[in-house]
């Protein structure tokens, strides 16, 4: 009894040592609330420290999955373990539907994280500790996980911007959180899900693990500084790809002559961290070296491309570029009056039109008149001095890359007529002796389309 007393104030005490510089000062703070064990010992930690730390403002949400058949009694529990501390409590109720090969834990994990980002809170707190640390790093390593993956949780990152989420409990063991809880009369949940040993992490949690704390009692501190370690050289490689990104930023992508002169490690991290820097996944690691060896032996004709989850990677014009995947408009879109010029966002044709005014353009009362930007459909035929062209060699001699070539707009008048290839051509029967011409500022990246 006298340990179990020990415990308590022990880990209250530790958890306002280290209370992160980031979170110094007046801090809105929710709690990631689900009812079970870790997240009422946090809960109840946290009420602790705001007790003595006066600038402390606490709340917490629970996410109501709706999976299993206990929620609602979840969150009536989650409501009285609030009531009784003196902690507001939001719930939300949200919807989890898997999809597109995702699990359905991945999916319902994804519905958290979202309630948390809409939090008003400054940061959220999450009550991840050394037991969950450890299984993950095991997970990933299962998983083949490189470097970032095997750097496990961070105790502190970014959620959004202005937000942080924090895991104030990864030194404390799941162990000292129930003396602690017990100790304090806390009662909790149990989710009938984690007896499942169909799920890899309670496989890991109820069969495997327990037999090697018989052989390693020590496993869970040996993992999780293992787990620091490889977030140092996560951290280092960044700092090195970020650098090899900026040395090889080209006008509209990475310049390939550059980026071969990295090794070949290195061209590989340079390539994920410009995809990050734009939000796309990772590609597959086999994917991304036959990409790779593409890069190094395709001919100067040749177009190497990778298909990505949202988009392609592809080689044109010595650069490396990326495209995101859009499908505009099958029946065109109508712009508004734009008389004097007047520029137009089109994120549903992932780019913008602009107007320049030259020796020989469209007059202004065709831009007030209406227009309409159309897909092409094959065959179109754009009025020259000589006669007509085809829009299809319009685009190939202005070298475009055949990604841009096929999802290039074409911009038609009130009366129907073909008016432009915006950026490359102007309709002779349409153009006067000086007026507006089109240009089409295509976005290569998903990033600037959404800008």
Same mark, same amino acid.
């Given at each position: 009894?006298?340990?179990?007393?020990?415990?308590?104030?022990? =880990?209250?005490?530790?958890?306002?040592?280290?209370?992160?510089?980031?979170? +110094?000062?007046?801090?809105?703070?929710?709690?990631?609330?689900?009812?079970?064990? #870790?997240?009422?010992?946090?809960?109840?930690?946290?009420?602790?420290?705001?007790?003595r730390r006066p600038g402390l403002s606490l709340s917490a949400v629970h996410v109501h999955h709706g999976l299993s058949p206990n929620a609602d009694d979840w969150a009536a529990h989650c409501q009285a373990l609030c009531d009784a501390l003196?902690?507001?409590?939001?719930?939300? *109720?949200?919807?989890?539907?898997?999809?597109? $090969?995702?699990?359905?834990?991945?999916?319902?994990?994804?519905?958290?994280?979202?309630?948390?980002?809409?939090?008003?809170?400054?940061?959220?707190? !999450?009550?991840?500790?050394?037991?969950?640390?450890?299984?993950?790093?095991?997970?990933?390593?299962?998983?083949?996980?490189?470097?970032?993956?095997?750097?496990?949780?961070?105790?502190?990152?970014?959620?959004?911007?202005?937000? =942080?989420?924090?895991?104030?409990?990864?030194?404390?063991?799941?162990?000292?959180?129930?003396?602690?809880?017990?100790?304090?009369?806390?009662?909790?949940?149990?989710?009938? +899900?984690?007896?499942?040993?169909?799920?890899?992490?309670?496989?890991?949690?109820?069969?495997? =693990?327990?037999?090697?704390?018989?052989?390693?009692?020590?496993?869970?501190?040996?993992?999780?500084?293992?787990?620091?370690?490889?977030? #140092?050289?996560?951290?280092?490689?960044?700092?090195?790809?970020?650098?090899?990104?900026?040395?090889?930023?080209?006008?509209?992508?990475?310049?390939?002559?550059?980026?071969?002169?990295?090794?070949?490690?290195?061209?590989?991290?340079?390539l994920l961290a410009w995809l990050g820097e734009q939000g796309w996944p990772a590609p597959e690691p086999g994917a991304l070296q036959a990409f790779q060896q593409q890069l190094w032996q395709a001919g100067e004709q040749a177009l190497p491309?990778?298909?990505?989850?949202?988009?392609?990677?592809?080689?044109?014009?010595?650069?490396?570029?990326?495209?995101?995947?859009?499908?505009?408009?099958?029946?065109?879109?109508?712009?508004? #009056?734009?008389?004097?010029?007047?520029?137009?966002?089109?994120?549903?044709?992932? $780019?913008?039109?602009?107007?320049?005014?030259?020796?020989?353009?469209?007059?202004?009362?065709?831009?007030?008149?209406?227009?309409?930007?159309?897909?092409?459909?094959?065959?179109?035929?754009?009025?020259?001095?000589?006669?007509?062209?085809?829009?299809?060699?319009?685009?190939?001699?202005?070298?475009?890359?055949?990604?841009? *070539?096929?999802?290039?707009? =074409? !911009?038609?008048?009130?009366?129907? #007529?073909?008016?432009?290839?915006?950026?490359?051509?102007?309709?002779?029967?349409?153009?006067?002796?000086?007026?507006?011409?089109?240009?089409?500022?295509?976005?290569?990246?998903?990033?600037?389309?959404?800008?």
């Open positions: 009894m006298a340990a179990s007393r020990k415990t308590q104030p022990e =880990l209250a005490d530790s958890l306002i040592a280290h209370w992160p510089d980031a979170l +110094s000062g007046l801090c809105v703070l929710e709690v990631g609330l689900s009812g079970g064990l #870790d997240s009422a010992a946090l809960l109840s930690l946290l009420a602790e420290a705001r007790a003196g902690v507001p409590l939001r719930i939300e *109720r949200v919807q989890v539907r898997a999809g597109g $090969g995702e699990s359905l834990e991945a999916a319902a994990r994804e519905a958290r994280y979202a309630a948390y980002r809409r939090s008003a809170a400054e940061a959220i707190a !999450l009550a991840h500790h050394q037991d969950d640390q450890a299984e993950t790093v095991l997970l990933q390593l299962l998983r083949g996980g490189g470097v970032r993956a095997l750097a496990a949780m961070p105790a502190l990152r970014e959620l959004t911007p202005g937000k =942080l989420l924090w895991r104030p409990l990864l030194g404390f063991t799941r162990a000292q959180l129930e003396a602690y809880a017990r100790q304090r009369g806390l009662r909790w949940v149990e989710d009938e +899900s984690n007896r499942d040993s169909r799920y890899r992490r309670n496989l890991l949690r109820n069969d495997i =693990l327990p037999l090697l704390e018989r052989a390693v009692p020590h496993y869970r501190s040996h993992l999780c500084r293992s787990a620091t370690l490889q977030a #140092d050289a996560a951290a280092i490689l960044d700092e090195v790809a970020r650098g090899d990104v900026d040395a090889c930023r080209g006008e509209s992508g990475l310049d390939l002559r550059r980026w071969l002169d990295l090794s070949a490690p290195r061209q590989r991290q340079a491309i990778l298909q990505l989850r949202g988009g392609l990677l592809f080689r044109f014009g010595g650069q490396i570029q990326a495209l995101p995947d859009l499908d505009p408009p099958a029946s065109g879109t109508a712009l508004p #009056d734009l008389s004097g010029g007047q520029p137009q966002e089109l994120p549903e044709w992932g $780019g913008r039109l602009e107007w320049e005014w030259r020796e020989r353009g469209l007059p202004d009362a065709v831009l007030a008149a209406g227009l309409t930007l159309r897909p092409r459909q094959g065959g179109e035929k754009l009025p020259y001095s000589g006669g007509r062209r085809e829009v299809k060699d319009v685009l190939r001699e202005a070298g475009l890359p055949p990604p841009l *070539r096929q999802r290039w707009p =074409l !911009l038609y008048g009130a009366d129907g #007529d073909l008016l432009a290839v915006p950026g490359l051509a102007v309709s002779h029967a349409a153009a006067s002796a000086a007026g507006w011409w089109p240009l089409w500022r295509p976005a290569l990246r998903r990033d600037a389309a959404k800008s």
